[in-house]
């Protein structure tokens, strides 16, 4: 599987959970609450599970790959 085919795959499975998220920023913002809920639902949807096998990438591509995710979400 391509890195590209990778990303997409994980932007289309977490793209729901981050527009849940986002439907709330706003209201959480002006509440000052802190977003356990949210944090919840990344957990659950495995956002916070994803791993890169060592050897595979270079802790700046790493970072980069989850950054572009979050960022094509958006």
């Known amino acids: ?28 913002e002006r509440s000052r609450l802190l977003p356990f809920e949210p944090i919840d639902w990344l957990r659950e949807a495995g956002f916070v599970a994803l791993r890169v096998p060592l050897g595979r990438l270079r802790p700046a591509d790493d970072r980069k790959r989850h950054h572009g995710v979050r960022c094509r979400t958006r």
């Open 1 to 28: 599987m391509s890195a590209a085919s990778s990303d997409t795959e994980l932007t289309e499975r977490f793209r729901p959970v981050f527009a849940r998220i986002a439907e709330g920023t706003l209201e959480r």
